[in-house]
């Protein structure tokens, strides 16, 4: 939209003389660009978080499960051990 009396165009965040368009035009871009790469950045970051935690909970579910495997074997043990021992 070009406003009628200042030889300016409008644009939402202000007004940009006709002479200085392309350097508006370049610096919008850089910018753009730049928030492009922080985000990729953060999303990255983020990612990389997740696997490790991803990994520490696989390991901490590893050890539980080789703890109860644990539980499991003595409890069988017992059961078989109790007729020998007269525990019925």
């Known amino acids: 939209c070009v406003s009628k009396h200042s030889g300016q165009y409008r644009w939402p965040l202000g007004h940009v003389a006709p002479t200085h368009i392309d350097a508006h035009m370049r610096s919008v871009q ?29 390991k901490m579910r590893t050890q539980e ?3 109860m495997l644990g539980f499991v074997e003595d409890a069988g043990k017992s059961i078989i051990a109790a007729p ?5």
Do not use: C, P, T
């Open 84 to 88: 020998l021992f007269g525990y019925e």
């Open 65 to 67: 499960f080789e703890r």
């Open 30 to 58: 850089i910018r753009h660009e730049r928030a492009e790469r922080q985000w990729r950045d953060a999303v990255s970051k983020l990612g990389a978080g997740a696997s490790s935690r991803k990994k520490e909970n696989v």
